[in-house]
């Protein structure tokens, strides 16, 4: 699973820091006798470092009795930061039109006293909302609001977060170069001004593109500075995403072992902050791993872990993508001995073992399991994993001899694709229709479609520089 690094603002910051006594804050927050600026203050550190990841549900109710106390003392600044907390507690559990509307409030609130910081940084977690909707040009527009704010501000070192994460939008697209070029964009400024955590940020980003570009050296080079840095900063999210990034290096060049074990110390970090959404994420991987060694038992395991947390953190887009791996799995499934099915499901598991009995019954599972992705992701509104969902689903009904229903969902794919701009999407929707069509004896559309997917081969990675 690729992670690359979307700041959220006044989260990220805070976070990083040496954890400080949950106690002594909370102590702070009740003490009357404090400030009320130092009460809202050590209760908005205590909801991020005791709350936000952990226990959203918790954090959000905390954050009312912030919103509740600033109105009372008439302080609209810590208002509106509260309703930016509360807009994160909601996207962390996948409840998106929720979140927004939170963030919106409070960049309204921020708007009505003049503070253009808080406004660009509730600007700067409005297009990481969208940015993990797959609203790219939306998520582009606000980084760039926030970029503007900052700048006019004179906060550099936060211009060069939005930059960083303009860049993370163009990797989205498509569009390599520009995304590795706002990113160096950002790296230098970082270097610059000796923001160590940002230039940590830039090493990790762009260890990732060159990942993705096949520069495998150079990409190692980058992530291994990057984890260096965030361990000198003891930054325990940094850490994660250094492991989580080294094994995505290694994964894509199948050394296997060495992702997992990369993938394993990601875990303990993700387990030792007490991060669940990290701790799932860290199950995916280690379940794509095994996969990929064939070991479907141990994946299958794996990714109900996973699922598990993610349906309790309500991150239902999470769910969908997991969907698709489980069955891409399950479809890889021989017969099972007595000895796997004592360790195929875990406890809980929302899956029964009559689904796997015989290679029918599988057969129907995976198809229940990527029709469900499917009508997720449309209703969360996440256009690359309708487009994945709709490949896998022509893929599935092709080899069923369903020509029909796979020329449906491979041309949906491949319109959505289209929309987007998304030149990877594009390749494999044409990729997938091209075989369909061939399948059903089309000559002169599939032709069209293979000198399409050469086309968009050919100019896959434009050179465009920033302004």
């Known amino acids: ?5 979307i700041i959220v603002s006044s989260l990220y910051a805070l976070v990083s820091f040496s954890q400080t006594n949950l106690d002594s804050l909370r102590t702070s927050w009740e003490s009357t006798s404090n400030h009320d600026t130092i009460r809202l203050n050590s209760l908005g550190e205590l909801i991020i470092k005791g709350y936000i990841f952990s226990q959203p549900d918790s954090a959000y109710y905390l954050a009312q009795q912030g919103i509740a106390y600033s109105i009372s003392k008439n302080l609209p600044i810590y208002h509106g930061k509260f309703l930016s907390i509360q807009g994160v507690s909601f996207d962390i559990r ?8 939170a963030y919106q409030k409070s960049v309204a609130m921020h708007k009505s006293c003049g503070n253009k910081y808080g406004e660009a940084s509730v600007l700067n977690n409005i297009g990481a909302y969208y940015y993990h909707i797959d609203k790219l040009e939306l998520a582009i527009n606000s980084f760039i609001a926030s970029k503007d704010l900052y700048e006019e501000l004179n906060l550099a070192s936060h211009a060069t977060e939005a930059l960083n994460n303009i860049g993370a939008v163009y990797n989205e697209l498509g569009s390599d170069s520009l995304a590795i070029a706002y990113m160096t964009l950002a790296l230098e400024a970082s270097v610059k001004m000796d923001n160590k955590e940002g230039v940590a940020q830039g090493y990790v980003n762009l260890g990732i593109m060159h990942q993705e570009k096949g520069r495998y050296k150079l990409s190692l080079e980058m992530l291994t500075k990057g984890l260096k840095l965030y361990k000198k900063l003891n930054d325990k999210l940094g850490i994660f995403l250094g492991y989580n990034s080294l094994g995505l290096l290694y994964y894509s060049q199948e050394k296997y072992e060495l992702a997992l074990d990369y993938y394993i110390k990601s875990l303990d970090v993700a387990q030792e902050m007490d991060n669940k ?3 799932a994420d860290a199950y995916s991987n280690i379940g794509n791993v095994y996969s990929e060694q064939n070991k479907n038992v141990k994946a299958l395991e794996f990714y109900q872990r996973a699922l598990k947390i993610y349906r309790g953190q309500e991150k239902r887009s999470n769910v969908a993508g997991l969907y698709l791996n489980i069955g891409s799995v399950i479809l890889d499934f021989d017969t099972l001995t007595d000895d796997s099915y004592s360790g195929l499901l875990i406890e809980d598991s929302e899956f029964k073992l009559a689904d796997f009995e015989t290679k ?8 229940n399991l990527y029709y469900e992705s499917l009508d997720i992701y449309e209703i969360v509104g996440v256009m690359q994993g309708v487009v994945k969902a709709n490949l896998l689903i022509a893929k599935l009904e092709m080899q069923k001899g369903k020509h029909a229903l796979a020329l449906k969902h491979a041309r949906k794919a491949y319109s959505l694709a289209k929309k987007m701009s998304n030149i ?3 390749m494999l929707s044409v990729e997938v229709l091209y075989k369909v069509l061939k399948k059903i004896n089309n000559p002169s559309e599939s032709l069209a479609m293979h000198e399409e997917f050469i086309l968009l081969k050919d100019n896959a990675y434009p050179l465009v520089s920033p302004r």
């Open 277 to 279: 959404l990290d701790i």
């Open 94 to 101: 996948g409840r998106g039109d929720e979140a927004l509307a």
């Open 360 to 367: 029918q019954t599988r057969e129907k599972l995976v198809r």
């Open 1 to 5: 699973m690729k992670i690359l690094v």
């Open 424 to 426: 990877r999407l594009e």
